[in-house]
């Protein structure tokens, strides 16, 4: 069906930059939607942006103003800028699409996960 592939996380101190990304691969008739949610240990998963195929975009309060989320639409590719992190931004992030699949009775609305990518934020 839909495959999610995140790249980009790792290992970064308090203040710096990061920039994930996230390609859809897969039988896909068409993406409408993508984007990125995160879960740190002890707590539950959370949503941080998404972006539809339009290029309107939604962030969690908690990253406004330090997160932009783009996409490239040819590539079915969303990314994730994220500058001046915090402690509190470690967690594993998982790329999320909402597309469209061929059946038999036509394309399908369909959702989809990536396996998930480290983000570390720490001295």
């Known amino acids: 069906q839909v495959q999610l592939v995140e790249s980009g996380g790792g290992l970064v101190q308090p203040g710096g930059s990061l920039r994930l990304s996230c390609a859809a691969s897969?039988?896909?008739?068409?993406?409408?939607?993508m984007g990125w949610h995160r879960q740190a240990p002890g707590k539950q998963r959370e949503l941080v942006a998404t972006?539809?195929?339009?290029?309107?975009?939604n962030y969690a309060d908690s990253v406004k103003g330090r997160f932009t989320i783009s996409r490239d639409n040819t590539r079915n590719t969303v990314y994730l800028q994220m500058n001046s992190l915090k402690p509190e931004d470690t967690a594993v992030y998982y790329c999320n699409a909402v597309t469209r699949i061929p059946t038999g009775n036509g394309p399908r609305p369909h959702g989809s996960w990536g396996q998930g990518t480290q983000v570390t934020v720490s001295s």
């Open positions: 897969g039988s896909i008739f068409s993406v409408d939607a």
């Open positions: 972006i539809t195929s339009g290029g309107t975009t």
